[in-house]
């Protein structure tokens, strides 16, 4: 195929009358300085305006060594997720100070010393220990922990916060994002991050919205501390929805320190699944974030062990006061998600499970930095190479700077670049994630493709036409098909392959799984048992160049399921692998004057996973998600 071929079919694709899509990249989870974590983390001026300033492409300054920054590559889009709990309170007192209004004589003094022990840490520079000492206690299970509430159990609670500052500091981010939102140009969308995190099992979901301030200012966004079930929050969304005609869409995040909550069989009260919570789950949660900052949730090898690419940027700690070693359950990563959800749907006629993926930073330096070599890290203390290696606990092991990764990046196939069609895209599930390059990827399955689709863009576009792009269904007897279209990042690197993941039920109605190498690059031969020789690494250790000798610039297949039962549920996924680049701990590394960095890996292979397109057993008919 000729060079930029693929690519060229790439777009022809979304321009064509079966598609009518563009692809977006944007960044769906990021934190400024309204949200308290940020700010007690030396995040004291990076607000909003800098969020958007920064991913429109515009140079801002950096919220703790105050250097100009500038992103790479711009955004097409941009939410700004502040933490619901607390929004905009601890900015609040560290620069105007404590209210005691309405407080006794003895509440005043304990306000005040709290407040001053407050801004004592946040001006010296260690505000961290602050925060870790308000994270959750693991000598609680989750269940117990959320029975429990123990939000308030802590110095913060000490703290008067006045509900007018969370109320103003919503006014400010929602007023912020209109100023911002440009349609067909870059869009700004409204939202905040519900943060439960009972007994350290990270529960977190992102709430979005395609609406304007004006329907946003009606409500307060809701969070930990009106409940930690998430159905009381999918229950929240449903009333606010009909009263203020406001869309929402809810995305479970960094599930891979869930504690094998997040992807459960039951729920966080311990209940099985009935018909109405699947429902309301399914109606609410159509997405899910597989790759980020702290992490990667797709799969782990304790459940995927024949998946050599699996334990990708495995996270080490949980998020609380006692940082202890992760340890895998299923219900953390999505891949297993989509395996139990055909599980369920086999027993309860309903699958909750029925996600598709993007990917997000969730910076909390309200720069949205997912590229290597611009990496800003996730907190702003940890921003500079000198203080990745420090441990965020000083009495023992606890997460670092190096240990965070560079990424994610949400890609969406909209109709066009606003609210309303990116919220679509959301809902249809014609999203897909990677881990920070903007590689190319679009899918379509159907019946009896061939490689003859791929000839010219006439043929692509009747093909295409026949079938659904990621996200979809198929119903059909027939061997289900793919066509799959990728393209690297045109700054980036090459690629090394692609492959497609199926999940299905056995006839003992049991999940199984299996990665398939369906395209890759520099003529390897494909071995008996299905796997490839290593595409090889030409990444310069003492510089942190990578050399575009090998890999391809594009890569494209025609793939039909060669075990495929009509009779068996099943989902198909696509992943992109690039050749190996440095990682961002390697580069740090370099400019400190060592030869690795401690305890982390030199080189990556960056990747993109799409949305699954589900073969369900039936009418020979494929559908689009509703």
């Excluded at 060594?65 to 309170?89: K, N, S």
């Excluded at 611009?374 to 190479?385: E, M, Q, R, Y």
């Excluded at 299905?530 to 990578?546: C, I, K, Q, R, Y």
């Excluded at 099943?570 to 692998?577: C, G, T, W």
């Amino acid at each position: 195929m000729r060079k930029a071929f693929v690519y060229m079919l790439l777009l022809a694709a979304a321009e064509t009358a079966a598609a009518q899509r563009q692809l977006l990249w944007g960044d769906t989870h990021l934190h400024t300085s309204y949200s308290s974590d940020a700010y007690t983390n030396n995040n004291l001026t990076a607000d909003p305006d800098t969020a958007y300033r920064y991913a429109m492409g515009m140079p801002v300054v950096h919220p703790y060594h105050q250097a100009r920054v500038q992103i790479d590559t711009p955004l097409d889009f941009l939410a700004v997720t502040d933490h619901a709990e607390f929004l905009g309170e601890i900015r609040n007192i560290h620069r105007n100070g404590v209210d005691t209004t309405d407080l006794g004589i003895w509440d005043t003094i304990k306000a005040k010393f709290a407040g001053f022990v407050l801004n004592w840490a946040i001006d010296n520079g260690t505000g961290r220990e602050l925060f870790v000492s308000v994270l959750p206690d693991p000598d609680l299970t989750p269940p117990e922990d959320a029975e429990a509430s123990s939000l308030q159990g802590s110095d913060l609670s000490l703290l008067p916060m006045p509900k007018q500052v969370e109320i103003d500091s919503w006014r400010t981010i929602t007023e912020t994002a209109d100023k911002y939102n440009q349609p067909g140009v870059f869009t700004a969308l409204i939202g905040w991050e519900w943060s439960s995190l009972p007994g350290g099992a990270n529960l977190h979901r992102i709430i979005l919205t395609d609406s304007d301030r004006a329907a946003a200012q009606q409500y307060d966004p809701y969070g930990l501390d009106d409940s930690p079930y998430p159905e009381d929050l999918w229950a929240w969304l449903d009333v606010t929805s009909a009263a203020t005609g406001a869309r929402f869409t809810a995305i479970p995040h960094n599930s891979n320190i869930s504690k094998g909550y997040m992807f459960s069989d039951t729920s966080l009260r311990g209940e099985p699944f009935t018909p109405a919570y699947v429902a309301l789950r399914s109606k609410w949660e159509r997405v899910a974030e597989i790759t980020q900052i702290k992490g990667d949730s797709e799969s782990h090898s304790t459940f995927s062990p024949e998946d050599e690419f699996t334990d990708f940027e495995v996270y080490p700690y949980y998020i609380q006061r006692k940082w202890t070693p992760y340890e895998p359950q299923r219900g953390d990563f999505v891949r297993e998600a989509l395996k139990r959800g055909l599980e369920l749907e086999q027993q309860l006629g309903q699958n909750p499970y029925t996600l598709g993926v993007i990917g997000s930073t969730d910076s909390h330096t309200a720069l949205s930095s997912a590229e290597e070599g611009n990496f800003h890290g996730k907190l702003a203390t940890d921003s500079i190479p000198a203080n990745k290696n420090a441990s965020w606990n000083d009495d023992g092991p606890g997460a670092t700077g190096w240990a965070m990764s560079a990424s994610g990046m949400a890609a969406v196939w909209a109709r066009s670049n606003t609210r309303a069609d990116i919220m679509d895209a959301l809902q249809r599930r014609e999203v897909y994630a990677t881990t920070g390059p903007r590689i190319m990827v679009q899918v379509y399955g159907g019946a009896g493709f061939t490689a003859a689709d791929l000839e010219t863009e006439e043929a692509l576009a009747d093909a295409i036409a026949t079938g659904v792009p990621m996200g979809g269904t198929l119903e059909q007897g027939d061997a289900p098909s793919f066509i799959i279209l990728t393209a690297k990042d045109p700054k980036g690197a090459n690629l090394d392959r692609v492959q497609v993941v199926k999940g299905w039920l056995d006839a003992a109605g049991v999940s199984r799984e299996k990665v398939f190498n369906v395209a890759w690059s520099d003529d390897r031969p494909l071995l008996a048992d299905g796997s490839l020789p290593a595409v090889g690494n030409t990444v310069d250790l003492e510089t942190g160049a990578v050399d575009n000798s090998i890999g391809s610039a594009e890569l494209s297949a025609v793939w039909s399921d060669p075990a495929f039962d009509p009779a068996q549920a099943a989902f198909y996924y696509v992943r992109v692998l690039q050749i190996p680049t440095a990682r961002h701990s390697l580069l740090d590394a370099i400019a400190l004057g060592m030869e690795h960095a401690d305890g982390q890996p030199d080189t990556i292979q960056e990747r993109a996973y799409t949305s699954s397109i589900w073969y369900q057993p039936g009418a020979v008919t494929g559908r689009a998600a509703p």
